[in-house]
């Protein structure tokens, strides 16, 4: 199992950056796809962006891509969302999820994903 702690949400304003941090415990943390989720007030959960288990394969959202990158560092057990030019529709609660890969392709469905942070906040003023 694997555990996961979001950080690094907070107010901004359009045009601005921000990145979020997504700590895991485990020593198997290599053995994970991770993924960031967003919900914002009243709509559904979407994935934006994943990243595989080694880093050698990512996905992109439409509505993020060319302005988020993901990546992460499997020696410190953390996974990065560098979010550029945010936008006041980018806001929402920020979720990481982890999905246990031993092969197959990068996990990229919701339902896919097992393991769940509590969420970060951010928040984009015009």
């Known amino acids: 199992q694997v555990q996961l702690v979001e950080s690094g949400g907070g107010l901004v304003q359009a045009g601005g950056s921000l990145r979020l941090s997504c700590a895991a415990s485990?020593?198997?943390?290599?053995?994970?796809?991770v993924a960031w989720f967003r919900q914002a007030p009243g709509k559904e959960r979407e994935l934006i962006t994943a990243?595989?288990?080694?880093?050698?394969?990512?996905y992109y959202a439409d509505s993020v891509k060319g302005r988020f990158t993901i990546s992460r560092d499997n020696a410190k057990n953390t996974v990065y969302l560098q979010m550029n030019s945010l936008k006041p529709e980018d806001t929402a609660v920020y979720y990481c999820a982890a999905a246990f890969r031993l092969m197959g392709r990068l996990r990229v469905e919701i339902n896919e994903y097992d393991y769940w942070g509590q969420g970060t906040q951010v928040s984009v003023s015009s």
């Open positions: 485990g020593r198997t943390f290599s053995l994970y796809d």
């Open positions: 990243i595989a288990r080694g880093g050698d394969s990512t």
